[in-house]
Structures are given as structure tokens and as C-alpha cells.
């Protein structure tokens, strides 16, 4: 199945969901990005944080929040984001919920994507044998970059992955 690519076939995009993790301080560029890139295809894409409300971007536009940790679980979606942004990752890291959530998604397969200081929760979730990446790279179905500015190119490898819906490599993990 990895022949088949966003490029060639992006309507199979059509009625996936994606969430994003995000606090005060997310990288509102990025998550404004990732809406458009879904939007277009067909997909759509739910902003998850600790509480609902308006979440103050340090780049871009703010954020509306969709939904609560306490209202969303990893089970309802196909893939999961977690865009950069300081004050945002940081607050994410104490929260167990956003940990568990990556966790629960890594474990049934998932596409998971992060960019920039984002890739930090990836890291604090401890998911076995991964390797992340500086700049883009994709390993067991998770796209990383800590370069914050490669969200673009993070993007679109995110849609490559949610367009193989699971990822059976973790299957044994």
C-alpha cells in the first residue's frame, strides 16, 4: 500500500478526522496550515486542550478549541497533531491526559505527526523503538520534525500516512 501517495489519490483523504493537541502558546500558523490541507481533501480536524475556549497563538492566528481531554478520546479519530509552540508543549507535558492520548493512538497504529518543540511530547511518551527526526522523517508511521519551520513538509508526509489509515509495523510493539 505505500505506492499509493497523497499526490495520486488524495480523495481517500475524504471523511477522516484528525486531533490536535494544543494550549496557549501553540504555533497557530501550523495548525491554520493543517486545517487547510485537510479541509481541501475533504478530512476534517478537531483541536483538543485542557479546557474549551480560545487558545492565544505564539505564531499565527489564534486557536478555537473543539473539544476537551475529558470529552475526546484517541478512538475517535484516525490520526493525531501535535504542532509546536513553547508555552503550549510545555503545558501539554504536564498534562497525563495529552500523554496518554498519543500513547493510546501509537498502540492501535495511528498516523501521529509533530513539528517543532511538539516532537518533545512525542519524545516524553516513551513509544517504543521510535526515532525522531530534525528535520522531516517518518518512522513506524509518526512524522517528525524539530524544525519548526518544516511544519509545511510535516504536513504533507502526515497526509501520506493517514492515507495507509493504520500502521501494522507497531502491531508487535
Not at 489519490?9 to 495548525?31: F, H, I, Q, T, Y
Not at 480560545?54 to 490520526?79: M, Q
Not at 501509537?106 to 516513551?126: F, T
Amino acid at each position: 500500500l505505500r505506492t499509493i501517495g497523497y499526490e495520486k489519490n488524495p480523495s481517500l483523504l475524504k471523511g477522516r478526522k484528525v486531533a490536535v493537541l494544543a494550549e496557549d502558546g501553540v504555533d497557530g500558523s501550523v495548525v491554520s496550515d493543517l486545517k487547510k490541507a485537510l479541509e481541501k481533501e475533504g478530512a476534517t480536524c478537531e483541536v483538543i486542550s485542557k479546557n474549551h475556549g480560545t487558545r492565544k497563538a505564539e505564531k499565527g492566528s489564534d486557536v478555537t478549541t473543539d473539544k476537551n481531554h475529558a470529552t475526546a478520546a484517541s478512538f475517535l479519530y484516525d490520526a493525531v497533531f501535535v504542532p509546536g509552540g513553547d508555552a503550549s508543549v510545555n503545558k501539554l507535558l504536564m498534562l497525563g491526559k495529552a500523554i496518554q492520548f498519543i500513547r493510546e493512538a501509537y498502540k492501535y497504529g495511528k498516523p501521529i505527526a509533530a513539528v517543532g518543540k511538539g516532537v518533545a511530547l512525542i519524545e516524553a511518551c516513551q513509544l517504543p523503538e521510535l526515532s525522531v527526526f530534525d528535520d522531516t522523517g517518518t518512522d513506524k508511521g509518526v512524522v517528525t520534525a524539530k524544525n519548526d519551520k518544516k511544519g509545511k513538509e510535516v504536513i504533507g508526509a502526515f497526509l501520506n500516512e493517514i492515507l495507509q489509515h493504520r500502521n501494522w509495523e507497531r502491531e508487535a510493539k
